[in-house]
């Protein structure tokens, strides 16, 4: 079965600590994994996605199939990285997005 | 340019009422989704569209759940006899083929 799991509700960090988001899924194949982002009071947006392996806002994610994992990670946090950050992934062949429960981070000056 | 738009932005309705929902794509975009956003539940795939395909309905939760997508732009999404559960935030986003998918604000139904 098609699965994204966050294990962490809310993660809290003081300004310029390092953050690690976890993002483990399942899938038969070999799936495309994003992470969308959304601020308080705003849309949901994609933040970054694995075959771009693009840095964006100093977050980058690195797909480990061996451990089919896809973490989200930060050296040093800032407040207005607070928000609510989801991992989704979309299968061979089709668009539509497999979301995570999401997981809250809370960036404390 | 504008981005994809939903309305109402809240509807609060008595169960077993039924609504629509709308969505509004960005102009050129050939494929939009519906998904659920539930406390706990996190975003849950609902439909998708993509240009004259059959659409994929394969998340919709029950038989009271139907969309249409009306000359490839604008889609409805309807739910029949509603439910408590059925509260949430509905969310519509768009794009073109095999690209980033565009977010509208959300609709946020409350099942009274």
């Known amino acids: 079965a098609q699965r994204v799991t966050q294990p962490e509700k809310l993660l809290s960090v003081f300004k310029g600590a390092p953050v690690e988001l976890k993002c483990n899924y399942s899938y038969s194949g070999s799936p495309e994994l994003f992470w969308y982002v959304q601020y308080s009071r705003q849309r949901l947006q994609l933040l970054l996605r694995h075959i771009s392996r693009e840095s964006i806002k100093g977050f980058t994610a690195d797909l480990n199939k061996g451990e089919t994992s896809f973490h989200l990670k930060k050296p040093f946090a800032q407040e207005e990285d607070s928000a609510m950050y989801y991992c989704?992934?979309?299968?061979?062949?089709?668009?539509?997005?497999?979301f995570g429960t999401g997981t809250r981070l809370q960036v404390f000056p | 340019g504008a981005g994809v738009s939903q309305s109402p932005s809240n509807k609060v309705t008595e169960k077993g009422k039924d609504v629509e929902l709308r969505c509004d794509p960005i102009?050129?975009?050939?494929?939009l989704y519906w998904y659920r956003q539930s406390l706990g539940q996190g975003l849950e795939f609902l439909i998708y569209?993509?240009?004259?395909?059959?659409?994929?309905k394969s998340g919709l939760p029950s038989d009271r759940f139907s969309a249409e997508r009306t000359g490839g732009s604008v889609s409805t999404l309807t739910i029949q006899r509603t439910q408590q559960e059925d509260s949430a935030v509905y969310l519509c986003?768009?794009?073109?083929?095999?690209?980033?998918?565009?977010f509208g604000p959300g609709t946020r139904l409350t099942v009274l």
């Open positions: 102009s050129g975009h050939t494929a």
């Open positions: 569209f993509q240009g004259n395909s059959a659409p994929d």
């Open positions: 986003a768009s794009s073109r083929s095999n690209d980033e998918q565009f």
């Open positions: 989704a992934l979309s299968g061979h062949g089709t668009d539509k997005l497999i």
